[in-house]
């Protein structure tokens, strides 16, 4: 009988443990704000800026034709091609004893491309805020396999022109970005949407608090949906003070040495200092980031939140505010008129195209062989300038064919492009060009998976026996990325363990790896 009553407490004490374990999970939550300069303009109407290039931009400021406080001067210094080598590569095929049946080569062409660029900031307003960089960008790029040295050669030879064309397009198109990214986070004011913040909230729904930590948790996502970059955040102060109250409140009743405990106490001085952090209370957060240091059970955290919170305090005394949520107005004053887009061609014999030869393929499967201008190829996902020769077989100009009408555009050098229906990622729903057909570049199809890239940055799934394809840039795939793709290799337990592992990120190149490894599995 004692050793029953024994047995029973023993269980009783396990289940009660067991149901107090602190398993903490992430809650997302959304922020608006402005993000600050770190070398700002502080005279609200001196906040312009002139510039020698169109595509280059300031969130906050003004774009003016000239004498700008800041005047931004782009330099491109064009693309340099490196040495080209075309290398041979040997394949043989074995036996079922290891016996070489049989032996081929193939030829690949390999050539490195690297474009620089450089910018110059004046700044009127304070000369030791003047900036200036280089920039460059770097390809190794390599062609299909060719049978023959020759056909590689011949290859390289007659697409050298549009070859380096198409990577110096996209590397000034790279070099432009990280520029832009570069200005806004010196001058710019630039309104951030975040939608990836988190609090850490109970997971187990036997603890006692578990109900009461959701309840705190649909509180405080719903005052931060409230959060706008151009309104203040009192209002929202006093909603999450009740909150904060009742994170405080459980540090006293879980006060313990155990780890189960200290996990409470982290989560409550974790999610108060983040909510500090985001109501622009930085001094505030930094109090209750000391706390999660010596509560012990993760200080990495705690030494994070000192160091945004000290970053922000640097960011509001120079910019000579205590808030990140205000107005903020970019508009272009400059009455600059981009050059109009001229459909007739022009009748020279000297024009200056860069050709390249590609098979079309129509909706009723017709295929014809024909000559493009290959400049602006990003736009091939709409249409496509077709070279028109005269009698004498000298090109006079252009004419613009719509992808609508194609199936696929397959060029010489074996770049594919086909037409997939998908909706882009900045197209809202409902709208008329929700899931159309465009005109993207094949990078993997297999009766497993297809992936396609459309205007050079926008990855597209399609998935087997799928009618329309899916942005990896879509809301929906972003904050599904593991789910969505555990559910395309379904039944591939390795693959599936390596897309639980964070092994794959949203980027072309590792959605390339994940296709491929996917297509080659049994």
Known sequence: MKNSITLIVLLFTYALSFSQSANLDREYFNVSYVKLPSHPILDNNKRTFSTNKRAIYLSGFSRVSANGTLDINYRFHGTNVGEVEIKKTKHEKKDDDGNVTSTWYTYKVHVTYTSSASISVSNSENIENDYQNDFSEKDNYQSKDFKTYRAAQD?????????????????????????????????GYQITESRGEHFWILGKKKHPEYQKHMDAFEAMKVAFSKMKSHESVNDLKAELTPIMDYFNSLVPKYAGSKKKEAKMRYASFYNIAKMYYYLDMPEESKVYAQKLIDNDYDKSDGKYFIRRADELITKFKANDTNTRHFEVLTEDLSNIVEEPVVDEPEESSSLNLELIKAY??????????????????????????????????????????????????LFIDGTDYKNV?????????????????????????SDKVNLYLFNNEEPVILAPNSENGTSTLSKSFVFGFTKNLAKLAEGNSALIEKVNNKEFKNNVEDLVKFCNELASSK
């Open 155 to 187: 290859y390289y030879n007659n697409n050298r022109n549009n070859l380096r064309s198409t990577h110096a397009s996209n590397h000034q198109k790279g070099i432009l970005n990280t520029i832009n990214n570069n200005l806004n986070n010196i001058y």
């Open 360 to 409: 079309l393929v129509s909706k009723a499967g017709d295929t014809t062989l024909v000559d493009m201008d290959t400049k602006d190829i990003k736009n091939i996902a709409y249409k496509m300038n077709i070279v028109r020769y005269a009698d004498n077989g000298t090109p006079i100009g252009t004419e613009v064919r719509s992808a609508k009408e194609l199936n696929e555009v």
């Open 421 to 445: 229906p998908f909706k882009e990622s900045t197209v809202t729903e409902g709208s008329i060009s929700d899931s159309q057909e465009k005109l993207c570049k094949v990078l993997v199809e």
